[in-house]
């Protein structure tokens, strides 16, 4: 039996989306694969770009795959891009736009349901919020239509975020989510409805699924984590902080507010290292940012070096479909502190390569930062035991059992 053709889209692309391109690629089941934006990082307008605009562009480039393999619809992402002052993001980039990353993936969308109709390939795999007129012109044509959603299911996320609000009002305007438009969510309801199967990344969100997805519809393939990055033992003095890291946006869904509580519980034990973007001002973030290291952004070299320079990384989101700083961490030999709604955490045993905390609970966090400050071999069994866990669960086994599973749903 020959492979499938498999059309895949997404309009920026990222780490699972690179390595479910590359499955497909190396398996020669790949018919295309669309985006918005495919660097060229040999082009000669290369050179003449700010060191800002080419390091974005560098995370477009797409080696996975064949350039004649690759498509892209750049207009509109291109405007998104590079509307950076904040006048221009409010009337061009923001809600649901022309220019918003919502109207980018719809505009999008469009384009790619006109090329399923004339390439008619076997399988088109799209991912949430950019798949409804894609699936539609699938379905016309009987192709099967595979979905892949990188969050926890909409309206599970927008209930437990709800209550987050009332919880903890002062950090209510830290919710994006919240802002979503009823008909952003019918959207994105359409697609669900469309999908011959669902894939996801963890336990987490099949469990957010039930009762709306049956059980036989989904698929679960786990990410994987990054090659192994040598650690040097280091003597770790006792009275030393604990150097504790965070890198991710700075939003209540990640539980920023619970971090910075834990930490500011233990004082001098701990030293925190922060790499994310504001959302918007808020007073507790603000405040807390002039006291601890805080880089907006960083290359994603960079952050791994952090990673290294670092004793635990802590992601005690309320709400994450995987989390894949997690195993880049555990690449570095950094343990972790994450929650059960981290889908990540199908990695960690609890006590092994990290911690797993309830959520909403600084407590919990503090409690365990302080355990590890004055454990130090515990510390070190742990980064030896992430690392580990890296090792087993590497992008090479996702690529195998993720052409594997599109395969199988398909026959």
Excluded at 24 to 52: C, I, K, Y
Excluded at 151 to 159: A, L
Excluded at 197 to 219: C, M, N, P, T, Y
Excluded at 277 to 303: C, I, K, M, Y
């Amino acid at each position: 039996m020959n492979e499938p053709r498999v059309l895949i889209s997404h309009p920026t692309g990222n780490q699972n989306v690179r390595n479910a391109l590359a499955s497909l690629a190396e398996r020669e089941m790949l018919a295309e694969f669309w985006t918005t934006v495919a660097w060229d990082m040999q082009s000669h307008w290369n050179r003449l770009l700010p060191a800002g605009m080419r390091a974005l562009l560098e995370r477009r480039t797409f080696a996975e795959a064949p350039r004649e393999h690759i498509k892209c619809v750049p207009s509109r992402e291109i405007v998104r891009l590079g509307a950076k002052p904040a006048f221009l993001n409010r009337f061009l980039t923001s809600g649901e736009r022309p220019f918003s990353i919502i109207g980018v993936y719809r505009h999008f969308d469009g384009k790619v349901a006109r090329r399923v109709r004339s390439l008619h390939p076997d399988v088109v795999y799209a991912y949430e919020g950019g798949a409804r007129e894609t699936f539609r012109e699938a379905r016309r044509l009987g192709i099967k239509t595979i979905y892949e959603l990188p969050s926890s299911y909409w309206y599970w996320e927008h209930r437990l975020l709800s209550e987050e609000a009332e919880r903890n009002p002062a950090f209510a305007g830290l919710l994006p989510k919240l802002q979503d438009s009823p008909s952003h969510m019918q959207w994105k309801d359409e697609e669900l409805s469309l999908a011959d199967f669902v894939f996801v990344a963890s336990q987490h969100v099949r469990h957010s699924l039930a009762g709306v997805v049956h059980d036989e519809k989904i698929r679960l393939v786990s990410y994987g984590a990054p090659p192994l990055r040598p650690r040097r033992p280091t003597q770790r003095e006792a009275n030393r902080p604990l150097m504790v890291l965070f890198v991710g946006a700075l939003i209540q869904r990640k539980g920023i507010s619970y971090l910075l509580d834990a930490v500011d519980r233990l004082g001098a034990e701990v030293e925190l290292t922060i790499v994310g973007r504001r959302f918007q001002p808020n007073q507790q973030v603000d405040e807390a940012l002039s006291r601890v290291r805080w880089f907006d952004t960083l290359s994603h070299g960079q952050v791994l070096d952090l990673m290294m320079e670092s004793d635990v990384l802590v992601l005690p989101s309320l709400c994450e479909a995987f989390g894949l700083v997690v195993t880049e961490a555990l690449a570095c030999g950094l343990p972790v502190i994450v929650t059960p709604n981290v889908g990540a955490a199908d990695l960690v045993s609890h006590g092994r390569e990290g911690f797993i905390v309830p959520i909403c609970s600084s407590e919990a966090i503090a409690e365990l930062l302080h355990t590890l400050h004055h454990d130090r071999e515990l510390l070190a069994a742990m980064s030896r035991n992430a690392q580990a866990t890296a090792a087993e669960k590497s992008w090479e086994g996702y690529r195998s059992n993720f052409a594997e599973a599109v395969g199988t749903v398909v026959a």
